[in-house]
């Protein structure tokens, strides 16, 4: 299969998880090409068989360049088969008003951009306090506190599930897969 993968990030944890799927993707057999949103002319989606589009939550919302994306491509990726990660430090919780938000985050984005995902799973993320500046730092440390997270100064904090993002996607792309 022809595998798309495009992904928005800020702090760089959408980024590494989009560089796993593709390692995942090569490894069960399919070609695929990784694009950054806000890179230079991302690659269309037509000629590919599926998509994967990818995006962390920040303030309620997801990257402009990959909303810009979906918006400008959502005929082509309304007719593929395609997944939707939606990146956050809520995935990692059970907080159930923080769930309702993030599926109103994901509403939103399809409602703003026209492109309806055909499956959308939830990704936790990671603290990245070696790499914050010094508002975002402190910002973060504060809602880790407050989520009664114990994190160590500088030092990042990760709640990727590595093996059930592998997982997920042998099994997407084996379905995406069996529809073409």
Excluded at 68 to 94: C, D, E, I, M, Q
Excluded at 131 to 150: C, L, P, Q, S, V
Excluded at 168 to 179: P, S, Y
Aim: with cysteine; proline share 3%; hydrophobic share 45%.
């Amino acid at each position: 299969m022809k595998l798309l993968i495009v992904y928005g990030t800020t702090d760089g944890q959408t980024a590494k998880i989009a560089k796993r799927i593709l390692q995942t993707a090569h490894e069960l057999g399919h070609s695929v090409a990784l694009e950054r949103a806000d890179g230079d002319d991302p690659v269309a989606p037509e000629g590919f068989d599926a998509a994967i589009l990818a995006a962390s939550v920040h303030a309620g919302r997801y990257q402009e360049p990959l909303a810009a994306y979906a918006r400008a491509h959502k005929t082509v990726l309304n007719a593929l088969p395609t997944l939707f990660l939606s990146v956050s430090l809520t995935a990692a919780g059970n907080d159930a008003d923080e769930w309702e938000g993030l599926r109103d985050c994901v509403r939103r984005f399809s409602e703003e951009t026209g492109w309806t995902p055909g499956r959308t799973e939830h990704v936790a993320g990671a603290f990245k306090f070696a790499d914050y500046g010094f508002f975002t730092y402190w910002a973060m440390r504060w809602i880790a506190r407050n989520k009664g997270e114990k994190v160590a100064p500088r030092q990042n904090k990760e709640f990727t599930d590595w093996e059930a993002l592998d997982a997920l996607i042998g099994e997407w792309t084996a379905v995406a897969g069996a529809g073409k």
